[in-house]
């Protein structure tokens, strides 16, 4: 377990794979996987994709 970089929410590890994106269950922020033991994430990369308004 670790902690979101946005709000500090406890994030769980299970069943994340290295480089999976996946939103934080507390302020949904994209956070991808940096590492898996032990179990880190950072920001995801925004600028890729545009889902407009
Ligand atoms: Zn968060």
Do not use: I, N, Y
């Amino acid at each position: 377990m670790t902690e979101c970089p946005e709000c500090a929410a406890s994030v769980e590890s299970h069943d994340k794979v290295l480089g999976e994106v996946f939103p934080c269950p507390d302020c949904g922020t994209e956070l991808e996987v940096q590492a898996v033991d032990p179990f880190a994430v950072q920001p995801a990369p925004r600028e890729a994709e545009d889902w407009g308004e």
